[in-house]
């Protein structure tokens, strides 16, 4: 699905990140954000096993599943729209996951630099 209304980091309209995952501040499989999302649920991500040991590190434990939330707990190779602040900490830390930029909306941007979205760049 395209949302024309929607851009993302490269200027053009936002592409859908994950569906199998679900995923995105809207549970809609994009990363489209609004002021009700605090983390900023932007930047979709190719996520890695070195990446999700980061998170866990760092207090955001993302491979336990939890269905009481509707959170499936996620795999290496999975698709998932990530905080920005948290991709941009990753990279700090040499373990960013690859980014699909098609899918990473442009509010991204106020905490990534499109240089660093694009040296992790992954897919179409």
């Known amino acids: 699905m395209?949302?024309?209304?929607?851009?993302n980091?490269?200027?053009?309209?936002?592409?859908?990140?994950s569906r199998d995952p679900m995923t995105g501040f809207f549970r809609d499989g994009c990363c489209r954000?609004?002021?009700?999302?605090?983390?900023?649920?932007?930047?979709?991500c190719?996520?890695?096993?070195?990446?999700?040991?980061?998170?866990?590190r760092v207090g955001n434990?993302?491979?336990?599943?939890?269905?009481e939330w509707g959170f499936p707990g996620l795999?290496?190779?999975?698709?998932?729209?990530?905080?920005?602040p948290r991709w941009a900490e990753a990279f700090k830390a040499g373990c960013a996951p690859k980014v699909v930029l098609a899918a990473t909306h442009e509010k991204a941007l106020e905490w990534c630099t499109l240089e660093d979205l694009q040296a992790h760049a992954w897919g179409a």
């Open 2 to 7: 395209i949302l024309p209304a929607e851009r």
């Open 9 to 17: 980091v490269l200027g053009t309209a936002l592409l859908d990140c």
């Open 33 to 44: 954000t609004d002021d009700a999302d605090r983390g900023s649920h932007t930047v979709c």
């Open 46 to 56: 190719k996520v890695t096993a070195d990446f999700l040991a980061f998170s866990k």
């Open 61 to 67: 434990d993302l491979s336990t599943p939890h269905p």
């Open 75 to 84: 795999n290496p190779g999975d698709q998932w729209c990530l905080c920005a």
